[in-house]
């Protein structure tokens, strides 16, 4: 979609306090943009925003909008948004999220990242490495990074490293010359309605590769495979454990406190290992992320030290993982972990080193569609924790009916996972079990998309 936009123009982004609306408003804003933005609510996004001396209104209301000349909104507004009303009553150009960031990013060197899971970790890898290159991109991200405290930084390069959100299709959007695709997953098929029209975006996508760029795509995902089998464009490097990857993952080990490893290169007219490298992340899935990050960078030029040095030196991404503190021997942390696939990941790695400790999960499901879509795998997937705190579903303002009892889901998980398994009814619940259960060798591992991370930081107050 072709934008005509000036900087005279007043830009009022509907729904800013989201992590990718926050981010793409601060580069627009660090560019020049006069904008504006409206929420529901407070969130440290919109306070990252405000240090900014972005204006920002609380509630959608249209008055809000009375001198804007373009409007953004995010996928989460509803048609009968005021302001959305008031926008199209007053004919002003309204473009999505996407729509917006593919016009900005298109005047850049643009690597765009993308993926059912691990996305967001993957492209804070590649920002990493790039920084330790010296080579100052823009990043925008869908998580905050700990080594500037935000989702997105305005770079002095014309590199340009973007997450790209295939939830809604938007990712197809995005103009760029290298890519990553992590994994393809049964995920957002409220939008896509099923996993053959999720699988043929993802062929789009690949497709889209420049012949002046380069794709790289995970090998050992079984989804993805089948799709770049199919693509016309080859224009890709595979990356993976596989022998036949053009960046193979050999001699493997994880501790505690990191993850070392080697990358086995083969591509036309270089063969190499890349030896020693260390991550400051566990589990398999961070070490195909770090893959993903180092074969890029190894592609477009960058020396091997800046590539060991910006993954050595991983400040990490908030909510992956994320140590919170401890009481007595237990550890608690947050993580976003949401989907499946992702909540087994995380807990393998936990388990492949803390292997001597009770892992209790504590989990909140996060939309009613993705826990009916996935009922099944959800009740499979918690098979190395110990203990599965189960709390209610949030909603994410759906209104659909579940369909079966909350407590056979619950039956179902124990059943599958082996595991014990407990009901939390609120977050007072939570506090009062873990207040009497803070003792021995213990990991409590908050998971969830939605109010789980406010729960588990809350904890913290009962010990004081």
Not at 60 to 74: G, L
Not at 400 to 428: G, R
């Given at each position: ?21 926050s981010?793409?408003?601060l ?6 943009y ?11 996004n ?9 204006r ?6 249209k ?14 507004i509803?048609?009968?948004?005021p302001?959305?009303?008031e926008?199209i ?9 996407g ?16 993926g ?12 990493s ?56 997953d049964s995920?957002?098929?409220d ?22 760029g380069k ?22 490097y ?12 050999i ?7 990191f ?29 195909q ?8 960078a ?6 091997e ?5 910006g993954?050595?030196n991983f ?10 503190f ?11 972990a ?7 990941s ?14 209790v999960c ?8 993705r826990?009916?879509?996935?009922k099944k ?5 918690f ?16 209104k ?5 009892t909350?407590?056979s889901?619950a039956?179902?998980i ?9 009901q939390?009814?609120?977050e ?6 873990i207040r ?12 969830g ?6 729960w588990?930081?809350?904890l ?5």
């Amino acid at each position: 979609m072709k934008i005509d936009l000036g900087k005279n123009e007043l830009i009022h982004f509907v729904g800013i306090g989201g992590i990718g609306m926050s981010g793409l408003a601060l580069i627009m804003n660090g560019l020049g943009y006069k904008v504006q933005g409206s929420d529901i609510a407070n969130n440290r996004n919109i306070e990252r925003l405000q240090k900014k001396k972005i204006r920002i209104f609380l509630n959608h209301k249209k008055e809000n909008i009375k001198k804007t000349t373009v409007v953004v909104i995010s996928s989460a507004i509803k048609k009968n948004n005021p302001e959305l009303v008031e926008a199209i009553k007053k004919n002003l150009p309204v473009y999505t999220r996407g729509d917006m960031l593919g016009h900005i990013v298109s005047f850049m060197r643009n690597i765009v990242i993308t993926g059912s899971h691990g996305k967001t970790t993957t492209t804070s890898l590649v920002s990493s490495i790039f920084t330790a290159g010296n080579l100052d991109p823009t990043i925008i991200n869908g998580g905050v990074l700990n080594s500037f405290g935000n989702s997105a930084k305005l770079g002095k390069s014309n590199w340009c490293i973007t997450e790209s959100d295939e939830s809604d299709g938007s990712f197809l959007k995005i103009p760029f010359t290298y890519s990553i695709a992590t994994n393809l997953d049964s995920e957002h098929l409220d939008f896509y309605k099923n996993i053959n029209n999720l699988k043929r975006s993802f062929q789009k996508f690949i497709e889209k590769i420049p012949s002046v760029g380069k794709g790289f795509v995970c090998n050992d995902d079984q989804n993805l495979k089948k799709v770049f089998k199919k693509t016309i464009n080859k224009n890709f490097y595979t990356y993976g454990k596989k022998k036949n990857s053009n960046f193979q993952i050999i001699n493997i080990k994880q501790t505690i406190s990191f993850s070392s490893f080697d990358i086995k290169i083969n591509i036309p007219s270089k063969k190499k290992i890349i030896k020693g490298i260390k991550l400051p992340m566990i589990g398999t899935h961070n070490i195909q992320n770090a893959t993903a990050a180092a074969s890029l960078a190894f592609t477009i030029g960058l020396p091997e030290k800046y590539i060991k040095l910006g993954l050595s030196n991983f400040k990490g991404v908030q909510r992956r993982f994320s140590h919170l503190f401890n009481h007595n021997n237990v550890s608690f942390y947050d993580d976003y972990a949401h989907h499946p696939t992702e909540i087994s990941s995380v807990l393998s790695g936990v388990k492949n080193v803390h292997k001597n400790k009770e892992i209790v999960c504590v989990f909140q499901p996060h939309r009613i569609s993705r826990v009916i879509n996935l009922k099944k795998e959800f009740s499979k997937c918690f098979k190395m924790a110990d203990t599965v705190l189960l709390c209610p579903i949030y909603t994410a303002n759906e209104k659909l009916k579940l369909n079966f009892t909350y407590h056979s889901f619950a039956k179902l998980i124990i059943k599958n996972s082996s595991v014990k398994l407990i009901q939390v009814d609120n977050e007072i619940q939570l506090r009062n079990f873990i207040r009497q259960n803070t003792f021995g060798e213990k990991i409590y591992i908050g998971m969830g998309a939605g109010s789980i991370s406010n729960w588990m930081k809350n904890l913290k107050n009962i010990f004081k």
